[in-house]
């Protein structure tokens, strides 16, 4: 139980989260932030909970869609996503627009649901009662909110050099995360392809 809400807390990656919202969290206030956050935060468990619980009908009855083809489009998108970054910095990522109504939505998909969340929801709601998986997935986005909005609490609360210089250092660390992510996407990519490929070909 522990294992699969560690595993969900990396997949969701608050570290990325930190870096795709910097460029939104010097946009609007930190209590405007907080609200939005909470909003896709709770968009987030109730997607999360509908793949646990209802996920293999929707996407592989209803729409016909294979895990591997989520996995690959996954990887396509944090792979621009953390190139942009490493590229451009938080400037090069045009994530949010629109009215602050909207940005909930936009947080939720695609910063914080993508293919592997779908995958460890859809695992952790076969491997464990409902009451599991809930306390599970919730305790995991918790954890997840925690961190990101501690994040932006430490920064809107240091002056002067010492903010200086945790915008220099973390700038570097961010860059060297959308690196990591850049490594993790294409690895999504690959093993999407090879999982792909060894599917059974469909009956004609």
Known sequence: MINDGLLMLVII????????????????????FGAIFLQGSLLTLTICLLCAFLGEF??????????????????????????????KGPEGIKLFHGDITQLAQQIALPVMV?????????????????PATVLIIASALLING?????YQAIFNNVHG?????????????????????GAVSIEMILGGIRDYMALPAPAL
């Open 114 to 130: 993508g293919a592997g969340v779908v995958w460890v929801s859809m695992r952790i709601g076969q491997t464990h009662t409902p």
């Open 58 to 87: 929707i996407l592989f009855t209803l729409f016909q869609v294979s895990l591997p083809a989520m996995r690959i489009f996954g990887g396509l998108v944090n792979l621009t996503l953390s190139y942009s970054y490493v590229m």
């Open 161 to 181: 050099r010492i903010e200086m210089l945790l915008v220099k250092y973390f700038g570097v660390a961010m860059r060297f995360n959308a690196l990591l992510i």
């Open 13 to 32: 990656n608050p570290f990325a989260q930190m870096l795709y919202l910097s460029n939104l969290m010097n946009q609007v206030s930190t209590r405007e």
């Open 146 to 150: 925690l961190m990101v909005l501690g």
